[in-house]
């Protein structure tokens, strides 16, 4: 019970890294492209999102290599659900004059 628990703490340590670190991304592109000096904003929030990454790794991996690999487990984990999240809606078809396909209300 001790291994498994050992190994779950830094499954959820990586997750929260990962949500962290890829919805920071995420919230940077939205305020980037809004912004008149986007090249601020993306390189403050990589320096920032890595550091706290780096430094989240650095403090749950310790010297322990599963550690490391469960804590880059969350953090891939973390990428697939932050990527699931923040999808866009789909979008109609698309006719071939390029214009979105209308449903007739009822069949004549």
Do not use: H
């Not at 920071?24 to 939205?30: A, E, Y």
């Not at 430094?55 to 310790?62: L, S």
């Not at 690999?69 to 109609?92: D, E």
Request: net charge positive; with cysteine; glycine share 10%.
């Amino acid at each position: 019970m001790n291994a498994l628990l050992s190994l779950a703490i830094p499954l959820a340590a990586g997750l929260l890294l990962g949500a962290f670190f890829f919805g920071g991304l995420w919230w940077t592109v939205i305020k980037g492209l809004a912004s008149p000096q986007p090249a601020l904003w993306f390189l403050g929030s990589m320096v920032l999102r890595m550091s706290i990454l780096l430094a989240g790794f650095y403090f749950v991996g310790r010297d322990d290599w599963r550690r490391w690999a469960m804590c880059l487990l969350g953090t891939v984990l973390a990428r697939a659900m932050v990527k699931r999240l923040t999808r866009n809606p789909p979008r109609p078809p698309l006719a071939p004059s390029g214009v979105p396909e209308m449903e007739a209300p009822y069949a004549p």
